[in-house]
Nanobody, 113 residues
Framework: QVQLVESGGGLVQPGGSLRLSCAVS????????LRWYRQTPEKQRDLIAT???????DYSDSVKGRFTISRDAAKNTVDLQMNSLKPEDTGVYYC???????RGPGTQVIVSP
């Protein structure tokens, strides 16, 4: 059974940084598409970062230049480095593995003074 568990969320001031991590068990993260989504307090869910199976990253316009997605095959994780955070980055962040159509329970990020 594949399971994904996110961690690293928290409260941060505008301009700050956080690093989210998604630990995957029951399946490898190599050569598969991995995604990070954000659900806003208004319940809108947006795709914000994708790592393709051949290691090509892609980002939504709202996070491009500030967020970086990375895959660590040795740790079997997919991480999201978030810099220059803004209040509109607030939300619950989920990782998603397309191969198994699975996502984790999410981790809360709050960006506030």
């Amino acid at each position: 059974q594949v399971q994904l568990v996110e961690s690293g969320g928290g409260l941060v001031q505008p301009g700050g940084s956080l690093r989210l991590s998604c630990a995957v068990s029951g399946g490898g993260v190599s050569s598969t598409t991995l995604r990070w989504y954000r659900q806003t307090p208004e319940k809108q869910r947006d795709l914000i970062a994708t790592m393709s199976a051949n290691d090509v990253p892609d980002y939504s316009d709202s996070v491009k230049g500030r967020f970086t997605i990375s895959r660590d095959a040795a740790k079997n994780t997919v991480d999201l480095q978030m810099n220059s955070l803004k209040p509109e980055d607030t939300g619950v962040y989920y990782c998603y593995m397309t191969r198994f159509n699975k996502r984790g329970p999410g981790t809360q990020v709050i960006v506030s003074p």
